[in-house]
C-alpha cells in the first residue's frame, strides 16, 4: 500500500503515541508563565468540565488512576477483612489498589467474548466478607453495567468500575461514569484515550464520598494549596485525617481541558483506524475484537487480536517479535494477575483457576492504535500482520 521510498515506510511505529495538539501547548505555557503550577484553578475548571461531559454530580481530579481507585475503596469503607470481587484480566493497579485498602481482592472469570468480568461470574464470588464489586471496562468496551448495578443491590454491593479504557465509552444512554458505578475510575496516562501525561480522576454522584476523596488526596488537609495561597487564601487549615499526595497539577490540567475538549474529533479517529483494522485483518486465521453491543458505545482504547498457535502457526510473543522486527511496536494486555508471583502467592492463585482469562492472556496482542496514526501507517501495521500470516 505505501511505496518502499515514503519516509512514513521507514519509521518505527510506536504503540500509542499522544495526539497533543497546540491548544495543550499554549495552555502548559500560561500555566508556566501564571505564577501557580500545582493544584488550581485549571484542576478547578478540568473538573467542572469532566463532571459535565460524564454526566455525573462530581467529579475529584488525581496524580493518576491507580490513586483514583485507591481512594474510591476508602472513601467507600473499605478495608481490613472486606472483599472486593475483581477481574483478573487487568492491570495490576486495579488490584494493588484493593491490596493496600487491607482489603482481599477476589477474583472472577472474564467472558471469553468481551472480555469482560460478568455480574454471574462475580456474582459467584460473593462471599459474606464480600464489600464491593470492581469490573473493569476492558480495552474500551462497557461492562454490563445494569447487570452490575443489579448485582450491587440484591447483595448490597459498592460497584467502583476501572474505566481507565474508558472514557468515552457509554451505557444505553449513559455514559459511564454517570451510574455505571458508584465510584467511578479514570486514567489520563500517557497512553490513554485522554492524556494529561499522568492522571486519574474519580466520578461520582455522592457528595460525602467527593469530600472525603478531596481532603483525603492531599494529606488529610482541610484547605487545598490554591485556597491558602491565593490572594483571598486563608493560611488556616485542619488535618482531619492522615491522608495521601495524590493531588493533580494546573500543568496537567491544562493537557486535560484541551484533551477534553477534542475528544470527540480522536474517538472518530480511533473508530476511522479500528474500521480499517476490521477490514484490512479480516480473513486472517486470527481473532479481531467482537463487535459491540448496539446500546453500548465502546471507547476503542485497545485493538487486541487473539493469535492461536493452532490456528495461524504463530504465538503471541512469536508473532510480537516478528513484527517488532518489522519497525511495529505491539503490547500485551494483559497477563492475567493470578499468574503474577505476589497474587499467586499471597492469595494461592494458580494456573487452571480461571481459563477464560488465562485464554486470553496466553494469546492477546495489542495493535498500535493512535489518532496520531495516519492512514498508510495503518496499513503499514496491516500489511506487516499479513506478511507474517502468509510466512513472509
Ligand atoms: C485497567 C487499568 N486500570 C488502572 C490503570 C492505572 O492507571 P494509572 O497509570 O493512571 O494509575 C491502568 C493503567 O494502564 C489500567 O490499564
Redesign the pocket.
Known sequence: MNTVTSPEALEPILFSPPSIGDAEAGEVMAVLQSGWLTTGPRVERFEREFAAYVGARYALAVN??????HLSLLAAGIGPGDEVVTTPL??C??AN?IVHTGATPVFADVDPVTMNLTPASAAAAVTSRTRAVLP?H?AGRPVDVPGFRALAESRGLVVVD?A??AVEASSGPHKVGAVSGDLT?F???A??NLTTA???MVTTNRRDWAERIRVMSLHGMSRDAWARYSVNGSQRYDVQMAGFKYNMSDLQAALGIHQLASIDDRRHRREAIWRRYDAGLAGLPLERPAPTRPYDRHARHLYTILVDEAASGWTRDGLAEALRARGVATAV??TALHLHSFYAERFGLQRGMFPAAEFISDRTLSLPLSPAMTDGIVDRVIDAVRECMAGR
Open positions: 493518576s488512576c491507580t490513586a483514583a481507585l487487568t492491570f493497579a486495579t489498589a473493569v476492558f476501572d481507565a479504557h475510575c486514567s489520563f496516562y497512553t490513554k499522568e492522571g486519574g494486555h494483559f
